[in-house]
Structure formats: C-alpha cells, structure tokens
C-alpha cells in the first residue's frame, strides 16, 4: 500500500477513536474496538499518543487480577481551547474546548465602520479570559477567523470591495503579533458549508452544496468533507450568477431585497411569522410565489452545475412559512421532470454564522489532532 493510503487509514483511524471519546462520557477501549472494527493493538498506539499529548486521560474502570486494568477514556475539556472571531457584522468571539462547544462567547460591535479597532478589542477579550482563568494562551491549539468574503492568503486581505474597511486589514499580521498558534482564515459561507456535513451525514462520504441567503447570497460546495474553493476562492459562490433580464441571484433574494418587499406590502421580516391573515392578501401570496421559485430556481442551477448529494439552503426566508416551502418544491421539482438525472435533496436550515464557527473550529481541530 502507498504511503498516502497508509496516511489516509491512519489519519480515519485517530478520527474515529477520538470521535467515540467525544460523544461518550467515559469509554473503555474494548468497547471503541466494538463500535469501530479498530484493533485493539491500533487503538493502544493511538491512545498512547492522545495520553501523551494530554488529549485524554484515563480513569480506571474496575480492578482486574493480571494484566492491563480496564480504563475509561475521558475528554480532556480542561486543557486545550479553539478560538474562532466571526467578522460578518460584529467581531463575535468564540472559545471552544475539544468537544467544540463554547466556554466563553462575546461581542463586539463595529462603531464608525472602524473593524480594526473591533478586532484589537476582540483580542483583548480572548487575552482576559486567559489571564482570568487556568488556561494561558499556549493552550490554544488554533485561531480561526470567518470573514464574510474570499480571503486572498497571500495578500493577507479579505476580497470585498464594498467594505473597504474590512478589505484594507491585515488579519493574519495583527494575530501573528498576539498568539504563536496556526491561525486559519476564510469565508465564513465556506466553513458554515462544511460543518453541513456534520448535520447531514449521508453527504460526508460525497458531496455537498451549501447556499446562504443574507446581505448576499453565497455558496460552499463541500466535497468528501473539504471545502472546495477553485483558484480564486470563489468556487460555489452562486450569487452573481445570471437570470432573466440580466438579474443576479444576489439582486433578486438576498435579505435586504426581501425585506424591502415585504414592508412593501406592509410585513416586517423581524416578525416570526407573517400576520395572521396573510393567505388572503394577495400581493403577499404573489410575493412569496416569487421568492420562492426564484431561490428554487437557484437551487436547481446549483443541482445542475455541481452535482452534489445534498443542497442546504440557510437564511431568512423562514418568516415566510408553509407557502414559501410548498412552492419551492414545487417549483424544484418541475424543473427535473423532463430530465433523467439525479435530483439531490434539498434541506432548510437557520443557521448561519453559528454554522461558520462550528465548521472553522471543526477544521482546526481536526488538523491540530492529525499533526505528527
């Protein structure tokens, strides 16, 4: 066997051990071996090397008259920590354990437009918690930031034109200066995206396209569990993609468009829901019809172009309730009739930023983990 296939076993094989670790509260390695066909020899390697980096930590599980004691496996959750600073609206800032679930979260606004100033607060924020607490900063084992468009590694700038203030900082530069960790930086759509495959498993061992409706409306194709990006990092990104009459995407569902026409006809996007008497309003009905056919329609250019086994749509169409999702798939699935290919299902999601942390703390977790 080639070395990279001894990789790729080696490198599944830690990802299964430690995975049966984090969804059980004290495991024994017998039991890991019966949930994941391991041997009980791989399993003793890798488990040493958790042991070793302070990653685990056993417990003895019963007395035994010869040979190794039955030990349990624990999570150590109070040792390492994941950063993550979500910059779509405010700097968000997240610390996480391994288990990926949050021990500290803030936020911080972005007065006068002045990110820069936001994201040194942020920093000082994260450092606090350290001073404050038993960790220190050499317990991070990795930063991840989620901007909210293509970030250009080499130029050390976030690619978004119309937020001159976020493209004009030099991210990495600043955190460089203030931690000495892997620091890991990219398109908050893009790691929302990946961390999908963890809510829809049957896409983990194929593909995913991931679509976000917000101030924009971007895209993530995720294949095998890896974001695919092209060579300019826009891969996915299916906003700016024509319709009729020279419309995009982007021009013609993205939130602020949604909201203007919903005041239009008198409904606040804010609402949870729409106003009780919404199914007799027929410019309301019409709205909606027309919202939802063009997000299909989109879906189904997605279908199209990349063939993935799943497509999540996220974002804020959820005011629109039962009818939005009626002629959605209705519309979806008119569009596949004439045509003897495959149709990939189509879930609904509210997740947004949140997903972004997940996915970004995810990837660094795992890199950090499979490091040699």
């Excluded at 080639?2 to 969804?23: A, D, K, P, W, Y």
């Excluded at 990349?306 to 939005?324: A, C, K, N, W």
């Excluded at 942390?357 to 499979?370: A, C, H």
Aim: contains cysteine; hydrophobic residues 40%; neutral net charge.
């Amino acid at each position: 066997m080639s070395i990279n296939g001894l990789t790729q076993i080696r490198n599944r094989n830690i990802m299964s051990i430690f995975n049966e670790i984090v969804r059980s509260d004290g495991i024994l390695r017998s039991e890991i071996s019966n949930r994941t066909g391991i041997s009980l020899m791989t399993i003793g390697k890798i488990m040493d090397q958790f042991l070793k980096r302070n990653i685990v930590y056993e417990r003895e599980y019963m007395t035994s008259s010869a040979g190794r004691k039955p030990a349990l496996a624990f999570l150590n959750l109070n040792k390492w920590r994941i950063c993550v600073f979500s910059m779509t609206d405010h700097v968000d800032v997240s610390i996480l354990g391994l288990d990926l679930k949050a021990v500290y979260t803030s936020r911080v606004p972005v007065k006068n437009n002045d990110w820069g100033k936001s994201l040194d607060d942020a920093i000082i924020l994260v450092q606090n918690y350290f001073n404050s607490n038993k960790n220190t900063v050499d317990d991070i084992v990795g930063i991840g930031v989620a901007v909210p468009a293509p970030y250009d590694e080499e130029k050390d700038r976030v690619v978004c034109p119309n937020r001159p203030n976020i493209e004009s900082l030099r991210i990495r530069k600043t955190l460089e200066k203030n931690f000495n960790t892997k620091i890991v930086i990219g398109e908050d759509v893009k790691y929302a995206g990946m961390s999908m495959t963890e809510v829809y498993p049957e896409a983990k061992e194929s593909s995913l396209y991931y679509m976000y409706i917000g101030a924009g409306v971007g895209g993530a194709l995720i294949n095998r569990g890896e974001i695919y990006r092209g060579i300019d990092n826009y891969a996915g990104d299916i906003g700016q993609l024509k319709l009729g009459d020279n419309q995009t995407i982007e021009s013609l569902i993205a939130s602020p468009i949604l909201k203007a026409q919903l005041a239009a006809v008198g409904v606040c996007i804010d609402a949870p829901s729409l106003p009780l008497d919404w199914d007799t309003n027929a410019d309301i009905i019409r709205l909606i019809n027309n919202y939802a056919k063009v997000t299909a329609l989109a879906a189904y250019n997605a279908a199209c172009m990349f063939s993935p086994e799943v497509i999540v749509i996220d974002g804020t169409y959820h005011p629109l309730g039962e009818q939005f999702y009626q002629t959605f798939n209705k519309f979806y699935d008119s569009h596949f009739e004439p045509y003897e290919r495959q149709k990939p299902k189509v879930h609904f999601s509210f997740g947004g930023t949140d997903y972004a942390v997940m996915g970004v703390s995810s990837l660094i977790r795992k890199e950090w983990l499979l490091q040699r």
